[in-house]
């Protein structure tokens, strides 16, 4: 949908079919402008890893590079895939698909503000923010089922990596967005980036970060664990397990495998926008131009992290999400109860 000042421009929202049409339009292009966007993720991706690691990037094809990533997406598409004897062929198909749809499915709900009133969403729901949490978690499916299906140990126990480390970090993934809920309110994300105050003189919208810094600092830890992004890459780890659970995936079902890990890293850099950065607020900015501009600074904190720190090890994972983390939520969810109480 698209909100204006009018609840229902031209009568066209009242109207079945138009409401359908505008739903359906809407759709085609959020997929459009997501894969479009995840591509020059990763075209962002290696032009800053060159920077850091003082070596060119992409630099040949098209102004800069700026055509690599489409060149690199046509030969996706035609690569050759192949299957190894004795996988589960229907499984080892549905697999990748599941990682796809379980990111692109939690985009029904994430509005995005465009310019003054105008907000983009396809559905407003009250509880939008554990829609997300819900159908983000389905990658546990699609890693599990890919690597059982391929017939292969490395591949299997890829898999269950990643259950395991998944499982873990939903729960301080959770517990972190307790006390955001309690401070706002309410779960529909557009309240979220609407929070204001009333403090002294000021009147208007607040970054959430300033009152719950510690679920941020949660938050981004899991998000980075969530997306199987260094350095929680322990799933894929080729030193260890060749390729994990992608390690029989080749073709077009390997890039939808590459294609969610990235759609995963833009829309968690969306939601921490949008849950801590005040959304589409920013002083004299339109408010895509807002949203774009943080989304790529939280994008490069993980394509930073990638190319700083190491891979930790299997246990130092689980004591991070079960002895620090998993704690600290739980603590940070008391003490933001209390302060609530106390000042409400």
């Known amino acids: 949908m698209i909100r204006l000042d009018t609840p229902d421009p031209f009568g066209i929202y009242s109207n079945p079919v138009g409401h359908w049409f505008v739903v359906v339009i809407a759709m085609l292009l959020l997929a459009f402008v997501l894969i479009t966007a995840t591509a020059y993720v990763v075209f962002f991706e290696r032009i800053a890893l060159g920077w850091m690691q003082r070596r060119p990037g992409p630099n040949r094809v098209g102004p800069g590079g700026f055509l690599q990533l489409a060149a690199d997406g046509v030969k996706g598409l035609f690569k050759e895939g192949f299957a190894p004897v004795g996988v589960d062929r229907v499984l080892f198909v549905v697999a990748p698909g599941i990682a796809v749809a379980s990111v692109l499915l939690g985009w029904a709900v994430i509005p995005v503000g465009i310019w003054g009133s105008i907000t983009y969403w396809i559905s407003d729901l009250n509880i939008g923010i554990l829609l997300v949490l819900a159908v983000s978690s389905m990658n546990v499916y699609a890693i599990m089922l890919g690597g059982w299906a391929s017939n292969n140990k490395y591949s299997l126990l890829g898999g269950m990596r990643a259950a395991a480390q998944l499982i ?52 981004l830890v899991a998000a980075v664990a969530e997306t199987n992004r260094a350095p929680f890459d322990l799933p894929e780890a080729e030193q260890e397990l060749i390729g994990g659970f992608l390690t029989e995936y080749s073709g077009f079902r390997f890039f939808m495998f590459y294609l969610a ?40 904190i993980f394509i930073w992290l990638r190319g700083t720190l190491p891979r930790l090890r299997y246990d130092m994972l689980m004591r991070l999400g079960w002895k620090a983390l998993l704690p600290l939520g739980i603590a940070n969810v008391l003490v933001t109860s209390i302060l609530v109480v106390l000042l409400s």
Request: charged fraction near 5%; aromatic fraction near 16%; proline fraction near 8%.
């Open 168 to 219: 873990s970090y939903e729960m301080a993934m959770g517990l972190s967005l307790v006390p955001v809920f309690l401070i706002v309110g309410s779960l529909r994300l557009q309240d979220i980036v609407g929070f204001t105050v009333h403090w002294g003189p000021y009147s208007g919208p607040i970054p959430l970060l300033l009152l719950a810094p510690v679920s941020f600092l949660i938050y």
């Open 261 to 300: 890990e990235y759609l995963g890293v833009l829309t968690q850099s969306t939601l921490i926008a949008l849950l801590f950065f005040g959304g589409w607020y920013l002083p004299l900015i339109p408010g895509a131009i807002a949203l774009f501009i943080k989304v790529v600074l939280l994008v490069f």
